[in-house]
């Protein structure tokens, strides 16, 4: 089966970086996603990367993927109070995205 | 220009009443996602429209949940009768092409007492 699996707490402080981790099942995953979710708010496209990248960065994000380990990392650099949200890594199932229980992300001051 | 939205936002019923969920994709979006997330879990897959046609409903639960989208625009999604293992946030989303972004609105709440 399909399964993408992601810790579901981490807590830092203002300033500090992120690392949120994930692991995916479906080596044939074209593209893998981090998707975020503020309260009361639908899921926000956050970033992607294609499968035969290793790296991407945009601005604060920088996304590494391992496809031999299957593992995906999202790394927030300076995170800031306005980055707790909850974060979800999603590969893409056919058609459909499969997502993992999300991480709270939770940044204290 | 308008994202995509749901109605209601949150809505509690009761075990053995009916629900009917809507979702309005961005103008022009031929597909239409239906996905949930029961508490704790993970964001599910429900279905897949292409204009009004069901592309894939292999997420669908079971025969208490149907799913609509007349005319290719708007769609939705009924539970009847609705189970307490129904409660959860039902999120939809929409597409322009096949591996494109997938837009999502707020999501629906349903409490199921």
Known sequence: GEDVEQSLFLSVREGDSSVINCTYTDSSSTYLYWYKQ??????QLLTYIFSNMDMKQD??????????????SLRIADTQTGDSAIYFCAEMGGTALIFGKGTTLSVSS | EAGVTQF????VIEKGQTVTLRCDPI???????WYRRVMGK???FLLH???ESKQDESGMPNNRFLAERTGGTYSTLKVQPAELEDSGVYFCASSQGNLNEQFFGPGTRLTVL
């Open chain 2, 8 to 11: 209601p936002s949150h809505s």
């Open chain 2, 42 to 44: 993970e964001i599910k």
């Open chain 2, 27 to 33: 103008s022009g979006h031929d597909n239409l996602y």
């Open chain 1, 59 to 72: 601005q604060r994000l920088t996304v590494l993927l391992n496809k031999k380990d299957k593992h995906l």
């Open chain 1, 38 to 43: 503020e309260p009361g708010a639908g899921l």
């Open chain 2, 49 to 51: 429209f292409v204009k």
